[in-house]
């Protein structure tokens, strides 16, 4: 099968979050499984400047923008034999960031995205590649299912493709004022209830649910989630329209990336079968981060994003009783002011016990995962979440809130015990987190309780390849149930 996955963003070459993994290692994922896959993203600053070996191809075309005409150069690379282009355009994507600054996201977000569609569409006339499946991401590229579907329906160049559009987070939904349909170029008649309109707004997202072949996202759960008025965020409707169209595939984990034995961040290597090394380097993490270094102290992590999403307020409203309990709190992270404040305030007041890092670093982030016992992610809502995958591979058990790729991955030793790698609770309330942290707590002081989940969760497949199969059967279904 041929599939083009297109992609805002992709690790290593550029990154928000984990929408660059999965485009980083899906397409890895099927090239093993003989599959000729390409990957497309736009050329942005730090893809020019990230000292990879870019190859300019004579391959460039003209994109109408609203009457304007824009130019778009085609780069090249390759990831683990995986062809991956590049859509330049200086005026667009020579900027700092992705999507925008500290400030706010870019003003011109919904041109930089449409002439990215746009210039994708017709790069694919230029390449000596037609696929038979567009993999499409997020608000940044739905767009071109509305494309394919109006514009070039009576195309035979295109007419063969199917459209699969995944969605990665719901709460982006690529909202702009109705008059950017004119200054995309786009039919003023897609200003309707069963298209683009969005209340009083347009969405590219909305788009691609509706004009794409067919829809994924990324855990079964959340799959579910996003069919009800309470996780739907305005979309339920919409999505219960399309939901025999609607899959849920859980991500996976690239173990080339997330591997204890081969880490060089960690002070030493260790495994599944031979965890000494992993109290190495909770002693280690303990004294670079002055705390007490007492190995038998349970050690609880967070490294997030500090975003409302991830259940802080939870943390904040537990703290107390966090801190009445005898273990030990790091937490690394960096995000929106009001969570930084707090946390400002907070990592100084229990020295000894709390190591709170705002920022972000990738070598302290792997110190971190392997030098602690439990990792919280006490999430009101997570798609999937790659944060308890790591942790499980690297021996920390995972105390979570059941919900999305959380509730699809993380297993209570008392609703599954033959299965259990972490600690769940169900409730958004901080006396919920603290019974599930008591229960956690309990096991801890039973070394071989504890260690028989410990080695469950880091012998666990994790890896892209049964993700990558799902995503197969889903790319045939697109193709057998295309919509003329």
Aim: net charge neutral.
């Amino acid at each position: 099968m041929k599939i083009l996955l297109v992609s805002s963003e992709v690790t290593p070459f550029a990154k928000t979050g984990g929408l660059a993994d999965v485009a980083g290692s899906l397409p890895q994922a099927l090239k093993r499984l003989g599959h000729d896959v390409r990957v497309i993203l736009p050329c942005y600053d730090t893809v020019r400047k990230g000292g990879f070996a870019l190859r300019k191809s004579r391959k460039s075309v003209e994109v109408s923008l609203g009457g304007t005409i824009r130019k778009a150069q085609l780069r090249q690379d390759s990831l683990d034999g995986v062809p991956v282009y590049f859509i330049e355009n200086a005026d667009f994507f020579a900027r700092d960031g992705l999507y925008g600054t500290p400030e706010g996201d870019y003003p011109d977000n919904a041109e930089r995205f449409g002439f990215f569609c746009r210039a994708v569409l017709a790069l694919l006339r230029r390449l000596d590649f037609r696929p038979d499946i567009l993999h499409l991401n997020d608000w940044q590229s739905a767009l071109i299912p509305v494309l394919l579907r109006t514009e070039l329906a009576g195309d035979p160049f295109y007419a063969s493709m199917g459209t699969l559009l995944t969605i990665h987070n719901l709460g982006y939904q690529g909202l702009f004022p109705p008059p950017t349909l004119g200054q995309l170029g786009l039919d003023p008649a897609l200003y309707t209830v069963d298209a683009l309109e969005y209340w009083g707004q347009i969405s590219f997202l909305k788009g691609g649910v509706v004009f794409a072949d067919r829809i994924s996202t990324v855990s079964p759960t959340y799959r579910d989630e996003i069919l009800t008025p309470e996780m739907g965020i305005g979309f339920d409707g919409i999505l219960r329209d399309r939901q025999d169209a609607l899959d849920g595939i859980l991500n996976g984990l690239d173990p080339k990336l997330w591997d204890p034995q081969l880490d060089t961040a960690l002070v030493t290597p260790y495994s599944a079968t031979s965890l000494r090394g992993k109290n190495a380097n909770k002693k280690a993490l303990q004294k670079a981060l002055g705390l007490a270094v007492e190995p038998s102290t349970p050690l609880v992590a967070m490294v997030t994003r500090l975003d409302t999403q991830k259940g802080l307020e939870l943390v904040h409203q537990a703290w107390d009783g966090l801190m009445a309990r005898n273990l030990q709190f790091v937490l690394l992270g960096s995000g929106e002011k009001t969570h930084t404040e707090r946390f400002e305030r907070l990592k100084d007041g229990y020295p000894g016990k709390v190591a709170i890092t705002l920022g972000f670093n990738d070598a302290l982030a792997r110190r971190i995962y392997a030098g602690s016992d439990l990792f919280l992610m006490p999430s009101l809502y997570e798609p999937c979440g790659l944060g308890q995958l790591i942790a499980l591979r690297y021996g920390s058990l995972p105390l979570v809130r059941r919900t999305g790729g959380l509730a699809d991955t993380v297993h209570d030793p008392a609703d599954a015990p033959l299965r259990a790698n972490g600690f769940v609770f169900n409730e958004p309330s901080s006396d919920a987190l603290l019974a599930a942290l008591d229960r956690a707590l309990d096991a801890y002081q039973d070394r071989r309780t504890w260690l028989r989940l410990v080695k469950r969760g880091m012998e666990q497949d994790l890896s892209w390849t049964r993700s990558a199969e799902k995503y197969l059967e889903t790319y045939t279904k697109t193709l057998e149930n295309r919509r003329d």
